[in-house]
């Protein structure tokens, strides 16, 4: 008989008073390690968007590339107003991504290299890169993994 290794997948949950407050996000927990940490170090440098240079816009560019790349996005239930007034949902692919606010790309990937860290378990020992990361404050979101599926949006 074999092992239960869990679920693969999170469905982040935006809580009221956050960001994106009511919105969630179907994620993948499956992913390489070098775009994990890539994201996770680069994601500290995003925690104030008002002071972001030129160059920070472009890093921030190629980390939102590398979370859509990695495949870590599933679905979500987003949606935006089209030019009659009508809500339509936003795709959730690269398209869709790139269309959102840059403090909105920052949340969802906050709180996806969070759901990976609590589907981790704590390292053994702290990590310099990990050590001033706080996901969860950033886009006051919740995983809830191992659901077993949500609705197709």
């Known amino acids: 008989m074999g092992h239960n290794v869990g679920a693969n997948k999170a469905l982040l949950v935006f809580d009221e008073g956050s960001l994106l407050a009511g919105a969630t996000v179907r994620v993948s927990l499956t992913v390489k390690l070098r775009q ?8 500290p440098a995003f925690a104030n968007v008002a002071g972001l240079t030129a160059e920070d816009a472009e890093r921030g560019d190629e980390m939102c590339d590398e979370f859509v790349e990695s495949g870590a996005l599933l679905s979500w239930n987003l949606e935006r107003e089209d030019e009659g007034d009508v809500l339509q949902p936003i795709p959730a692919d690269r398209e869709g991504f790139m269309s959102l606010l840059l403090a909105h790309r920052i949340a969802i990937i906050s709180a996806w290299v969070s759901a990976i860290s609590e589907a981790t378990g704590p390292s053994p020992k702290p990590s310099t890169a990990s050590a001033s990361i706080e996901p969860v404050s950033l886009s006051g979101a ?8 949500m609705a197709a949006v």
């Open 142 to 149: 919740r995983s809830e993994a191992g659901f077993e599926e």
């Open 36 to 43: 994990f940490f890539t994201l996770q170090q680069a994601l």
